[in-house]
């Protein structure tokens, strides 16, 4: 079904409002994938903080200038699912990702974040990151390790001295 005029202006503006916002973006060829596959993918998306959306290149393109991701214009090629990660970096990797395993012809083709474009095989490497949970655990860790280092050095002196004097008392 063609868009008429005002539609595609539609598009864009969706598309660029969310690639403003956006952390990273993954464009995978999706040739092959079933409805229930694709309505799945998008029921996990909504679900993930993902913005899932199938556009013509061409609008595509005019959707991310002025947006960090203007860097994939000269990419877009083929028809695409673009997936949009709105709250975890991560999280467009993950879902494309996880939806490859079950459909071999679901493949990314550009991976940007950061304003800089990267290959396909970087969107292992973007699934990897750690969710903001995760990462937030990990910090809280890290921040508490040194406060619990000084409190055993300091039990350790307060054991060593009180070991000490209590020997010299006997």
Avoid: W
């Avoid at 202006?9 to 598309?15: H, L, T």
Wanted: hydrophobic share 50%; aromatic share 4%.
């Amino acid at each position: 079904m063609a868009l008429n005029q005002s539609q595609k202006q539609e598009v864009v503006a969706e598309v660029a409002a969310v690639a403003a916002k956006a952390h990273s973006l993954i464009a995978a060829e999706y040739a092959g994938t079933t409805v229930s596959q694709m309505t799945a993918m998008r029921k996990k998306a909504r679900e993930s903080g993902v913005f899932l959306k199938v556009v013509k290149n061409t609008l595509a393109s005019r959707a991310v200038a002025g947006t960090e991701f203007e860097c994939v214009k000269d990419a877009l090629t083929g028809p695409l699912l673009y997936a949009f990660s709105q709250e975890d970096p991560g999280a467009a990797g993950r879902l494309i990702k996880e939806f490859a395993k079950g459909n071999d012809k679901l493949q990314a083709k550009v991976v940007s974040i950061g304003g800089k474009l990267y290959p396909a095989t970087h969107m292992e490497v973007l699934a990897s990151l750690p969710t903001r949970e995760q990462a937030l655990a990990m910090l809280a860790r890290a921040l508490s390790e040194p406060a619990a280092m000084f409190a055993r050095a300091v039990k350790a002196v307060a054991d060593k001295q009180g070991g000490g004097e209590a020997a010299a008392e006997a």
